[in-house]
Structures are given as C-alpha cells and as structure tokens.
C-alpha cells in the first residue's frame, strides 16, 4: 500500500509504538494516534468526517482504559478537529460517559479543544426527501480507531468517526457506544470496531469479542467467531481491531477493505488494506 492513507498508517503506528517505547499510558497512545488520524483529512473522522444530509458535519468518538474501565464518549459533536481528545476529557473532567449534540460542542468549547473552521453551505433538503435518501452502509468504511498495550500491562481502545455516507441528521452509529464500538479490559483485551455501525450496536460487538478473550479465546479467533455472527445473524459488515492482554493481536474483517497496521518496532511497520 503506497497510497496518502498507507503512508498516514506507518506514520501514527511508529507515532504510537515511540510513545510506549518512551512509557506513556496506552490511553496516550491511543488519543495521539487518533487525534493524527483525525486532523489527516484523509480518513472519514475529524476533518475528513462526511458530512450528514442536512449538510453538516457531526462526529463520533469514544475512548476506554482497561485498568480501572474508565470511559469517555461525545456523539453529534461539530466543529472540533479531534473528537477523540473531547471524548478523552469527557473521561478525566466528569463522571459521565458520553455527552452529545450541542452539549458535547459546549463542552469542548469550555476545554478550548481545537475548532476547526471547515465551512460547508446547508443542505435545506425537506426531511422526507433526507428519509428517502438514506441507506445502510454495509460497504463504507472509513472510521478511524487504535488498540494499545502499555509497559504497565493496560489495554485502551478508541475510536473516532464521522458516521457513513446519507444518514438523516442526529444518526449516531457504534463508535461512542461503549461495547459496541471500543471496550478495553485488562483482564480480557481491547477492541476497536469499524464498519457498519447499526449491525454493530445490535450486537455489542466489541464487548462480544471482549467476553470471548476473557474466556480464554485467541483474538483471531474471538474476532472471527463474533464477525461471522455478525452477519449471519444481522446480515452485517465491520471490521475488528482486537489485542489481548499478553499482546496478542488480530484484524479481522467481513467488509471488502479494511486498511490496518501493526508494528513492533522492528524494520517498518507493516500496512495492508
Ligand atoms: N462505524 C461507524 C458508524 O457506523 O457510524
């Protein structure tokens, strides 16, 4: 893969390997890959996030540690560069979870989180038009999202995103729903899920996948079991990020692509889609 997207991947898995090189938190990790993922543009999450079909743009994203299962999540959130970093701050500065739509802008207007001054013209479609343009999005992908292990043996995952292509305005999809987007335990792993975020949510797939690593089950195979489920069961599409607690790891996915790395510090990172 030589394409802006590849390149972006090896840049943030080495941005990401360095930080727990040097002994940050794998929350660190996680939030600082994503965030560089978000301000890209090339990737639909932050300043790539597609747009809803009233024309504006509303993203997605939530973050979670394994040690103490603490939680952050905005959902509807506009005019922010890095969603994750507010989702970050919904975890240390309250004892919520998930803040959405103009409350969870508010929020990070209070924490002076980065605005980003992308302008789009309204879309002033009559809302039974929007009903009738809307689709699921078995074959979109696009949300960005990390899993990290730290030198203290904790797992975090995140995951940011800017939902799939004609939704009506308000549609939130997996990625701020703690157990269905991410889900980080120590004792089990952490899971970052991309793909189509209403099958994903009807099965509390990354807690799914989570429940299966606590049982013993190998990533791969936790991953594969759920995902197969997943679409038998709901005629569904999505792709897994799934590290165990002894570093361990699997991607896996039922969608056409799914651009993904890992690296282990070792030559360069390896990227495929
Ligand atoms: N997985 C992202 C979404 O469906 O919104």
Redesign the pocket.
């Known amino acids: 893969m030589t394409s802006p997207q590849a390149a972006c991947l090896r840049a943030v898995l080495q941005l990401g390997y360095h930080l727990l090189d040097r002994g940050s938190s794998a929350l660190v990790a996680v939030e600082q890959t994503i965030r560089v993922l978000e301000r890209s543009g090339l990737f639909n999450a932050g300043k790539g996030a597609h747009l809803q079909l009233d024309g504006v743009r509303r993203m997605?994203a939530s973050i979670m540690e394994g040690d103490s299962l603490r939680a952050g999540a905005v959902a509807s959130i506009e005019g922010t560069v890095y969603p994750i970093s507010v989702a970050r701050c919904v975890m240390e500065e309250t004892d919520h979870v998930l803040l959405v739509g103009p409350m969870a802008t508010k929020f990070a207007r209070y924490f002076k989180m980065e605005r980003h001054g992308l302008r789009t013209p309204p879309r002033r479609l009559p809302y039974g038009t929007m009903l009738k343009q809307i689709r699921s999005?078995r074959n979109q992908h696009g949300?960005v999202g990390a899993v990290a292990l730290d030198r203290t043996g904790t797992v975090a995952a995140g995951a940011s995103?800017g939902?799939?292509d004609l939704m009506l305005p308000g549609r939130?999809?997996?990625?701020p729903i703690i157990g269905c987007?991410v889900y980080a335990d120590n004792e089990a792993g952490a899971v970052s899920?991309?793909?189509?975020?209403?099958s994903?949510i009807r099965l509390a797939v990354a807690k799914e996948i989570c429940d299966r690593l606590a049982q013993g089950t190998a990533p791969a195979t936790a991953a594969r079991v759920v995902l197969k489920r997943l679409v038998t069961r709901v005629q569904g599409a999505?792709g897994a990020l799934v590290l165990g607690p002894n570093g361990r790891f699997a991607i896996e996915h039922v969608t056409p692509h799914m651009a993904a790395g890992w690296w282990d510090g070792r030559s360069e990172p390896t990227v495929r889609d």
């Open positions: 997605d999005a949300t995103t939902g799939i939130v999809g997996d990625t987007g899920m991309t793909g189509w975020g209403e994903i999505a």
